[in-house]
């Protein structure tokens, strides 16, 4: 790390502290969208301060700050309608931020970039293996396509998209939000390929996948989140880092106006007022971290049973077993503490739950200053398996490049939930069974002398 991102990461960590803080003087609402720009310069470090590996982790930085502007939007007054309560100024915003902090200094501390190398090496494909990738990410697309064919599209039921998927029992569907990032994967690999006819054609592909998301009711932070990921995989495949932050400001903004128009179509597919609908819906992605905050009953006590519980979970082999679990464990935990009970029902009985729930079931778990040390820990195992999967990634090969994508996807959902299961679980640490054996068998490149770069990549 040179000596200007340094001083930059001090700043970050100094303010952090100071928020805090201040935040006992109630002065938490205040200076509450002053956490909004220190979060920003902390991912404006991560991002220069480290390998390209942490362009992975770039999507889960604009989830946290979505987080981030929730809690301040409660500091400001907004009502939660999910948990039924009204926010006021507690300094919950400047506590989420030295989480953040911790998190994502974390990460620097595996990522940083320790000398400067060799440019990293464009990831190109054979012909064979990029026309197989195309027809992968293609063939995820047609499932999500049959589904709404099949069952219908939520954007067009008039209903939101839950009580439809609830009410349609649609397993095509199922497969398609399981395994989309998946394709956005392989369009995105595909996408830096020397060839214009093949980057052209993963660009349409990954539209593709975009709109089908937009059909089935996926709304802001789902699309937001698909799209920063393509870029991600891009740029690192292109093996050129050039000018990043400024094009990641671009993505963002095509990303965020994309996301806003999938949102508005949907709201308005409902019948509802679109501005108050998005506005309502923004407030619940800091929820449970400001309902941790502001419970006063034991929030900075390590609760031993609910800690052993999670680790109990690990063992179950499917996502219906963990979901059953009772007690409740994961962030249903914090649900079934904070919501009322019929709601709670309701979205179990769909298989939904509240969303970021990560940082806020750490501080319950173990309480405000232990959870952030763990916090730090879980930024370092995040930043080990994005590099470990950029590594796997350099292999160019079509298996490993798709069991990467699903470690992605899975490494993303527990990071964003706070379901552990989704990271530390049996079905985890077997994928992971397969993607070493993966590298061991396909992990080094192998020159063949059918091996060109096709029109796709």
């Not at 300094?91 to 000398?115: E, Q, T, Y």
């Not at 593709?208 to 995989?233: A, D, K, R, Y």
Request: proline share 2%; aromatic share 12%; net charge positive.
């Amino acid at each position: 790390m040179n000596r200007n991102n340094m001083m930059l990461a001090g700043i970050v960590v100094a303010s952090s502290i100071l928020l805090l803080l201040l935040s006992y003087a109630d002065l938490g609402s205040a200076l509450a969208p002053i956490t909004v720009a220190v979060y920003v310069l902390l991912v404006v470090v991560f991002v220069r301060a480290s390998s390209r590996a942490a362009l992975l982790l770039v999507p889960f930085a604009v989830l946290k700050l979505s987080e981030l502007v929730s809690v301040v939007m409660i500091e400001f007054g907004a009502t939660m309608s999910e948990i039924g309560m009204l926010g006021h100024d507690i300094g919950a915003s400047s506590g989420l931020l030295l989480h953040d902090v911790a998190f994502f200094m974390g990460a620097i501390w595996v990522l940083r970039v320790r000398r400067a190398g060799a440019a990293a090496e464009r990831i190109v494909l054979t012909r064979l293996q990029a026309r197989l990738a195309f027809m992968v990410g293609c063939a995820i697309c047609l499932v999500g396509i049959v589904a709404g064919l099949a069952y219908g599209f939520s954007l067009f039921s008039g209903m939101d998209r839950f009580s439809f998927r609830a009410s349609s029992g649609n397993a095509p569907l199922s497969f398609f939000l399981a395994n989309r990032l998946i394709a956005v994967f392989l369009f995105g690999i595909l996408a830096a390929g020397p060839r214009r006819f093949g980057r052209r054609l993963a660009s349409l592909g990954v539209l593709l996948v975009m709109v089908i998301n937009m059909l089935h009711g996926e709304q802001l932070m789902s699309t937001v989140s698909l799209i920063v990921s393509f870029f991600g995989v891009r740029t690192i495949a292109e093996g050129s880092e050039r000018d990043f932050v400024r094009k990641l400001a671009k993505v963002g903004l095509i990303a965020v106006v994309f996301g806003l128009g999938a949102v508005a179509l949907s709201y308005a597919s409902q019948k509802k007022d679109v501005f108050v609908s998005v506005a309502a819906r923004a407030v619940l992605q800091g929820q449970l971290w400001y309902a941790v905050a502001a419970d006063q009953a034991g929030r900075d006590e390590a609760k031993p049973e609910s800690i052993g519980r999670n680790i109990a979970s690990l063992g179950a082999t499917s996502v219906d077993d963990y979901v059953s679990m009772w007690p409740p464990v994961g962030v249903r935990e914090l649900m079934y503490k904070f919501a009322d009970t019929s709601l709670y029902n309701a979205y179990t009985e769909n298989g939904v739950t509240f969303t970021m729930g990560t940082s806020g079931y750490l501080y319950y778990l173990f309480g405000f200053w232990p959870s952030l040390l763990i916090e730090c820990l879980l930024g370092m195992f995040a930043a080990m398996m994005v590099r470990t999967l950029v590594a796997a990634m350099s292999g160019a090969n079509l298996l490993l490049l798709v069991v990467s994508a699903k470690l992605y996807a899975l490494l993303m959902l527990g990071l964003q939930q706070g379901d552990f299961w989704y990271l530390f679980g049996i079905r985890t640490i077997a994928t992971l069974l397969v993607f070493w054996i993966a590298i061991a068998v396909f992990g080094k490149r192998r020159t063949w002398p059918n091996t060109m770069s096709s029109r796709f990549g």
